[in-house]
């Protein structure tokens, strides 16, 4: 059999996708990842970023960043626990803790890593863990790597949860909620103040995933929990370092005892390289700019009202976000992605989302709004939703 043929599986599932109008290509931008990008090539405005304060190529974080090189190199060497451990990673966490008011940080390569590591290093077989439907994907995997048994409560529905803890509670030792802070697809918040009384009522562990509220809500972008004032009364705080901090990285806010049992049971930190001296240094840079000052997140919300707005005053529905990110709703996936091909022939570029990502028949073109943008990048934005959505019938 040639290798071809093997392989012949993998072509007619590619097929599948053509024929489902949810084929993609990756396209490519040549620069930074600024509020107009050079994307295959075309001037492009990018409401597609996670990179909420502009921070991804801010000449002071990239200035930092170089310094690091010079006195570090390249590459941190090895894992953390062997000699990966380099001293701007121990100011990270301190900063960290510092910025998000908790007694200890442990950072992480990644936000992804962060979830696959922590949740299956706290919880055991004999523990519960209780996860939103509409929880991010990273979650979902490090609940599938624990050995605890699984439930999931309707999105959002304060009392799914409550029936489930009332019927299941009492078996179990531990019982981890997890949630994330700001769902990604919708912008809608978790209603933490609830999810915190049922832990209390129930005597529950509570995890919280921010990575699109850090940087984004509560004071400087101290995150949700900030916002909701539960400082202290969540056990698990999940950040990026990816998306607002606009480098890489993600982190767990938590207690020391937490920290020093991830030391010896999170596998991304046993098992894969530590983050590189440029990024982390980069981090530190980012987030004391957010400390310093408030001019950051002000200008991104300010940005978020003149958008939504302006696509609201022209008909769109823009669904039920609470924060910055703004899914505007076409509903069919083919129709979706038509128009996010419309968008980019017209120089915007926001990137069509559809099922499996979301549920069926809800596309939507998701914008992400950033500090960085200009008021004329959004009116070009705004126009161009105007003139797709009447061709399409959406508005
Ligand atoms: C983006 C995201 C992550 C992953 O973060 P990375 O740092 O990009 O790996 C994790 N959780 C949530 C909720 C996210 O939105």
Not at 195 to 219: M, P, Q, W
Not at 286 to 310: G, H, I, R
Request: proline share 3%; glycine share 8%.
């Amino acid at each position: 059999m040639k290798h071809d043929d093997k392989l012949k599986f993998i072509d007619e599932r590619l097929q599948q996708l053509k024929d489902d109008g949810v084929y993609r290509t990756l396209p490519v931008n040549y620069g930074p990842c600024d509020h107009v990008i050079d994307l295959n090539g075309k001037r492009t405005v990018n409401l597609s970023s996670n990179n909420y304060l502009g921070f991804a190529n801010h000449p002071r974080v990239m200035k930092a960043s170089q310094a690091a090189i010079e006195k570090y190199g390249v590459g941190a060497g090895s894992v953390r626990t062997i000699v990966g451990n380099q001293d701007l990673l121990e100011d990270l966490e301190t900063l960290l803790a510092e910025f998000k008011e908790e007694e200890a940080v442990m950072a992480f390569q990644s936000g992804l890593n962060c979830n696959i590591g922590t949740i299956q290093a706290i919880v055991e077989k004999g523990d519960l863990i209780v996860s939103d439907a509409l929880n991010h994907a990273s979650i979902i995997d490090g609940v599938r790597l624990a050995k605890a048994d699984k439930a999931v409560y309707k999105h959002c529905d304060m009392a799914d949860l409550e029936r489930i803890l009332t019927e299941r509670r009492d078996d179990y030792n531990q019982v981890l909620i997890i949630t994330d802070g700001v769902f990604s697809m919708d912008g809608n918040l978790a209603p933490l103040p609830k999810i915190v009384e049922l832990a209390e009522k129930f005597n529950c562990l509570t995890y919280v995933d921010d990575a699109h509220g850090s940087g984004v809500l509560g004071r400087s972008g101290r995150g949700t929990v900030d916002h909701f004032n539960l400082h202290g009364k969540i056990d698990f705080i999940i950040g990026t370092l990816s998306k607002a901090i606009g480098v890489i990285g993600g982190y767990v806010a938590t207690k020391q005892n937490v920290k020093d049992w991830l030391l010896h049971r999170a596998r991304p930190l046993l098992f894969s390289t530590a983050l590189p001296p440029a990024a982390t240094a980069a981090t530190i840079e980012s987030v004391k700019m957010l400390m310093e000052s408030e001019a950051y997140t002000k200008q991104l919300w300010e940005n978020a009202a003149y958008f939504k707005s302006a696509m609201r005053e022209l008909g769109f529905d823009i669904g039920k976000s609470e924060t910055p990110i703004t899914p505007v709703m076409i509903g069919e996936e083919a129709k979706t992605m038509r128009f996010s091909k419309a968008l980019l022939d017209k120089g915007v570029f926001v990137s069509g989302i559809v099922f499996p990502t979301v549920p069926k028949n809800t596309g939507r073109c998701r914008v992400m709004i950033s500090a960085a943008h200009t008021k004329e990048d959004l009116d070009q934005a705004i126009q161009a939703f105007k003139e797709v959505g009447e061709s399409l019938g959406v508005i």
